[in-house]
Structures are given as C-alpha cells and as structure tokens.
C-alpha cells in the first residue's frame, strides 16, 4: 500500500490520508541529512542550542495545537497530550543548556605529553518510533542527536503521520537546516533498504521485542550501532507497611495513564499478603470508578487505545489469562461503543505461565499477584524476561531502596511511578532492549568517543 492513513481511534473517523515516499524520495532525504552534516558537524554549541531553545518555545507557545493532533491520532486524552509537547520543550532545553558540558573533552594523565578523549558526531541517524508517545520518543532521540551535531531521520508508525510532519515542520520553521531532520513515511518492509544505505550510520528503535530483533539483526549485518528500547512488563512491589490510599492511587495511574499503552507502566502489581485483600479491595473501587471516555474531554481519566487491532488484541490476551486459570475481577468486556476502547480491568490469581504473567499486556489491563514475603515478591518481580521497569510503595524509603537494588530492571523508583527524564539515564535489559537514551549516557551512543594522544 503506498499510502498511510490516519483514523481517530475513538471516533473510527479517518483523519487523512498520506502518500508514502518512494525509493528515490527516500534515498534523497538520507542523501540530504548527509550533506547537511557535513556542516552542521562545525556549528558551534552556541548555534545548535539558540535553535534548540527556539524549538522549545514553539512546543510551549503552541502546546495546544501539537497536542491536539496526537489526541485524534492515537487516543491520548487531551491533558496527558498536553504534558507530552511540555515535556518535549523540557528535553531540548535540557540538552540546549548541558551539551557542552556533557560533551567537554576529558583529559586523561597519561605518560604523553598531552592524551584526551573527545567526542565527535558520526552522522545521520535513523529513529524508529511508536505511535504511544508520538512527539516525546522522536524528541528524546532528536535533542541529543542533533546537539551533538548528527542528523536524523524518522520512520514513525503509519498512524500517526500527522504528529510526524508536526515535528518536521516545526524544526523547519523555528531555522534549523533544511533537512537537517526529515520524516520518512515508508512501510515497514522499507526499513531495511534504510539501514543497509551507506550514510545511515546508527539505528534508534522505541517498539516491540520482535521489531527490536529484526532491526538489530539488520543494523548488526551491516555493522551499524543499535539503540533499543522494547517492551516492558513492570512489576510494582507493594509492601505491607505502605498507604493503602497512596499505593492504590499509583496503581490506578500507573496502569491508566495513556490509556494503558506505556512501557514502563505498573503492569505486574505484586501485594504481600498481610495487605493483599484490602489493597485488592481498594483498587477495585478506584479502577472501576475511573472514568474511560472521548479523549478531547477534560474530565476523561483514559480514553481508547490507539487502534481496534490493538484493542482486540488484548482482549484476546485477557480470555487467554482467565482459561489459564486466572480470575477477572473487573473489566474484560469490550464496550458495546463505537472507537477502540476497552475497560478498566483486573486479573489475579495469577502464575508464571499464564499471559498476564509472562507477556507484556499494553492497555488498562492490571495484573495483581500475591506475594508471601518480601523474598517472595522480589522473586515474582525477578521472574519475567522483561527489564524495563520496576517500582517499590512503602513507608520506608531505606527498605525500598535496598529491594530496588535487587529488582532486574532498567529503572527503579520507590514511591513514584517510573518515568523517564532528561537528567537520567533511561533503557531496560533483558528482552527490554540495550543501551541508554536521555542524559549524558544517551548523548554518548551515537558519538565517536575518540582518544588523542600527542607525544
């Protein structure tokens, strides 16, 4: 098909139509984010951040507009969307303001008579991102990439076309260069084609496990590093000296908010048992009185998912949980409406084995899991081959601290939902992916980390 559609998931409404780029289009682009570099690769830090700074502004000044678009294109209720573009004009004046400092070179004493490490842009790097975070998963790759003097471009997801161009046009308009940055609307079987081209010089991917293996195995063929961020299936240790009130508000949240499709969402909620029953009981009751519904609106907790595939999808996932013999608690019914919502739901009794256990379930589904001890919990937490994310809710930070020392995963946090932030490293192990994006860690991936030795 060479064309991309855009259809409100809660309206079913098509939104527009966009052609998709042809080989030779596509080939120019790459082309032109390479003669770009060749310049941009000398533009001082001064430079880079002034436009990076005017691209903040123009998420800020225009936050409803930008925000707009990505309610209609993928479900997001309006007032998270909202956040999303703020939190963008945060990571460019993050990366504005420390790039140089990130990037300093760095001396080291050696018998030369002069030895430091620098750090150089390679190049045009090639992002390919999810619909969930359409504006913030091409921003995080972006500010650091183009502050430390590389190009990019962007394969995004075919659903959200309209957020691409957004993003696109915005750094056009705010003077960075002409094709310093260009959205790529191809199918996915053209993926290939783009990292196998020569001026392609690394690979960023927000997305699947599945899609993470095969743009790895691609990029690894020819040489070329990889940045992946997968999947999650995090689990969140509530311990039994923690606030009812408090845990089952972050739970509600943490498996609500974008309507349930976040990676480092509280996915696996494992209670120890002297709180289980009251913790299950509370939860039910805020979970059930969330309220799911058309997106533009202001009162709307979560809206739909991003599309009827993706809904029917985990439909399926949570019939499969309940003949494995897990309990439905609320929820698990798809709504007799038109869009792609599904509701708040509860699974328990669950074991490994079983879907809601094992596999990511991305939407307002929750998995509550009991756990004997604290060794119990941090047992289930450890068991899954995701990394992503993981979380502890208890009254004392000390004990937290030391079990989220032990939790396998890419982030921890105690008390607070698990977010991602531009001061921080962020990424997962395991089948949750490699390598780091934000902070100075994330700058560092796709920069030459070059010794010079003078004698």
Known sequence: MNKSISINPATEEKIAVYNRLTVEETQQKIEKAHQVFKEWKHTSYIKRAQLMNKLADELE??????????????????????KEVEKCAWVCRYYAENTKDLLQDNTVKTEAEKSYVTFQPLGVVLAVMPWNFPYYQVIRFLAPALMAGNTGVLKHASNVQGCAFAIEKAITKVGFPEGIFSNLNVAS????????????VAVTLTGSAPAGQSVASIAGKNLKKTVLEL????????????????????????????????????????????IYDAFLKLYKEKMEAAKMGEPTNENTYYGPLARLDLRDELHKQVEKTIEQGGTLILGGKIPNRKGAYYPATILTDLKDGMEAFNEELFGPVASVIRAKD???????????????????????????EKIA??????????????????????????????????SGYGIKEFVNTKTIWID
């Open 61 to 82: 000044n225009n936050t409803d507009y930008y925000a707009e678009i990505a309610t209609s294109e993928m479900g997001k209720t309006i007032g998270q969307s909202r």
């Open 189 to 200: 079987d053209a993926i290939k084609a783009v990292i196998e081209h020569k001026h392609i």
């Open 231 to 274: 999947g999650g299936n995090d689990a969140y240790i509530v311990l039994d000296d923690a606030d009812l009130e408090e845990a089952t508000d972050l739970a509600t949240l943490g498996r609500l908010q974008n309507n349930g499709q976040t990676c480092i969402a509280a996915k696996r909620i494992i209670v120890l048992d002297k």
């Open 374 to 400: 604290e060794a119990h919990a941090i047992e289930l937490a450890n068991n899954s081959k995701f990394g992503l994310g993981a979380g502890v809710i208890t009254s004392d930070k000390k004990k937290g």
């Open 405 to 438: 020392l032990q939790l396998e995963a890419g982030s921890c946090f105690v008390n607070k939902l698990v977010a991602s932030d531009p001061r921080l490293p962020f990424g997962g192990i395991k089948t949750s992916g490699f390598g780091r994006e934000l």
